[in-house]
């Protein structure tokens, strides 16, 4: 009787260990579906020679690429207002809905993957908005209406 009793405390545990990262595989499956053709057709790239951008998919491990999966849900989740600048796009969110340590997180991870892009961190005072500003060089726009979905 007591093996029976060990065994269901063994199952249970490993229950609540598997439920993590089921619900992480879940997530990242989730999101990934939600990805348009396109941005999918440009993470497969890791380079595109005719336009000098490309997504290193190899700067990630798969637990980096899990939580950076996650983190894009939320910025893109909070995302109310995008600007067009001259070189890139500007991004203000939701207040609430991603902190400034998310943010700088995301940006970390990022540059990683996507070299080309820079960033820029705002968060105005008080008590005023959080944003992100992304640029780069020629043809960047191009990219990033792709890969980030802005129309």
């Known amino acids: 009787m007591n093996g029976r009793l060990g065994y269901g405390k063994s199952t249970a545990a490993m229950g609540l260990i598997a439920l993590p ?5 879940a997530l990242a499956a989730w999101t990934l579906r939600r990805a ?19 997504c290193n998919l190899k700067a990630l491990s798969l637990k980096e690429r899990a939580r950076h999966m996650q983190l894009t849900y939320e910025i ?13 796009f500007a991004f203000r969110f939701q207040d609430g809905t991603i902190s400034l340590a998310e943010l700088a997180e995301w940006v970390s991870a990022e540059r ?25 060089k020629d043809g960047v726009k191009a990219f990033m209406r792709s890969e980030f979905g802005i129309r």
Do not use: H
Request: charged share 25%.
């Open 21 to 25: 990262l089921i619900a992480v595989f």
């Open 36 to 54: 348009n053709p396109v941005r999918a057709a440009m993470r497969e790239q890791t380079t595109t020679e005719t336009s000098g951008f490309y």
């Open 76 to 88: 893109e989740r909070g995302r109310v207002e995008t600007v067009e600048m001259a070189n890139g």
């Open 112 to 136: 990683k993957c996507c070299p080309f892009f820079d960033f820029e961190i705002e968060l105005q005072g008080n008590n005023g908005s959080l944003w992100l500003k992304l640029r780069g």
